[in-house]
């Protein structure tokens, strides 16, 4: 678990590693603390991994099944990083805009660049991909100024997928299934225009499709032993005009957030 210095305090860091398999690292870094420059640590923690093969989740992202196999898949294998779309296409921008994100390089949107990119999770073999590696890097660290040209609040979310275009490198974005909102449905909202779903999380799925990882973006600010207490999430897909409807099978979390 990467984080900055004075970031996490002694006794938290005490309980953290109580549990079994966790090693707490600082990344050496002096990032300004505050956003969009602090989601910088995501790239950088990537780079500084003393891993080769890396599989990079959010604290607030739960896998459902095993994600080990992903680093089996044959989309991994072929070319050595997986990425996960969010949930709108990229917008097309102005010339400025993707000058800049390409230091002079483009003045269109590439071709590989279709989907926005959600970064809640991604798996890369950094020796595989080691100029795109390189650079996210220089992309991540200057994200302060580059922020202002990217999609939604400016985060780390598409500088993967923008890095590996720059350097040509190829990238699987998982598609086989765009990703879903998870949430419930409320009683008290059935008449409303809007309809019951309230959605508070996103349903990302594997290569072949299979749901594979929950997101809770914003239900990580709800209450973890009420929500806990819940025995399914109803799952839904985005449409038009953000309105939703119920797809496939409810989501039992209780397997997700069981305690032993």
């Known amino acids: 678990s990467w984080h900055l210095r004075g970031e996490v305090t002694l006794d938290a860091a005490a309980s953290l590693r109580k549990i079994p398999g966790v090693e707490l690292r600082e990344l050496a870094v002096p990032l300004p603390r505050k956003r969009p420059d602090i989601w910088a640590i995501k790239p950088l923690a990537v780079a500084a ?136 449905e409320l009683p008290e909202l059935a008449e409303s225009q809007r309809g019951p779903f309230v959605g508070s999380a996103m349903v990302h799925h594997g290569p072949t499709g299979e749901p594979l990882f929950l997101h809770r973006t914003i239900s990580k600010h709800l209450d973890m032993l009420d929500l806990g207490q819940k025995h399914q999430m109803v799952v839904a897909r985005p449409r038009l005009r953000n309105a939703y409807r119920e797809w496939d099978q409810p989501l039992e979390i209780q397997r997700v957030f069981h305690s032993e």
């Open 49 to 184: 991994s003393s891993f080769r093969e890396v599989l990079l989740l959010d604290a607030d992202n739960v896998p459902l099944a095993d994600p080990s196999r992903l680093f089996h898949s044959a989309e991994y294998v072929a070319k050595g990083a997986l990425f996960w779309p969010d949930f709108t296409r990229f917008r097309e921008k102005r010339v400025s805009t993707w000058s800049a994100l390409s230091g002079g390089t483009w003045d269109s949107r590439p071709p590989q660049i279709d989907w926005e990119q959600e970064s809640g999770q991604v798996v890369i073999d950094k020796k595989k991909c080691l100029a795109a590696l390189r650079r996210l890097c220089t992309m991540a660290i200057h994200l302060g100024a580059l922020a202002k040209h990217l999609p939604g609040d400016g985060g780390d979310k598409d500088l993967f997928q923008l890095a590996w275009a720059l350097e040509k490198q190829d990238f699987h974005m998982c598609t086989a299934r765009l990703p879903a909102a998870a949430g419930e």
